[in-house]
């Protein structure tokens, strides 16, 4: 188990929180202040940013809930880590990996996203 593990967990606890201040309070827990996250589809910055375009996810993804897959690799201040996206307790209807860099404080300075798969369309 990687000394990172309870970042992740946090960080895709924020992705599946439905309850906006809970969300909100687990972002400023997560991501350093000026934050920023960038995918192929979303981009954002700073804890409202951050907040907006993981609200537009759930709005766009309904139902659906984020896991991770496997362990994460580490070294120095970056992270690698891969994530499920899917019905609980059903297969995945897409997966990814994220790249991240570790603020000194501990949480989040940046993430990056990539999609391994999802639906055509």
Request: charged share 20%.
């Amino acid at each position: 188990m990687s000394e990172h593990s309870p970042l992740i967990d946090r960080y895709i606890a924020c992705w599946n929180e439905a309850d906006a201040a809970r969300r909100q309070a687990l972002i400023a827990e997560t991501f350093a202040e000026g934050a920023t996250y960038c995918d192929p589809m979303l981009q954002g910055e700073g804890h409202a940013g951050i907040a907006a375009l993981i609200a537009a996810a759930q709005g766009h993804f309904p139902g659906l809930r984020f896991s991770r897959r496997g362990e994460a690799d580490a070294h120095h201040d970056r992270l690698r880590f891969s994530w499920d996206l899917g019905p609980t307790g059903a297969a995945p209807v897409a997966g990814g990996t994220d790249m991240a860099v570790v603020a000194p404080d501990g949480r989040l300075a940046a993430v990056t996203g990539f999609i391994d798969f999802a639906p055509k369309g």
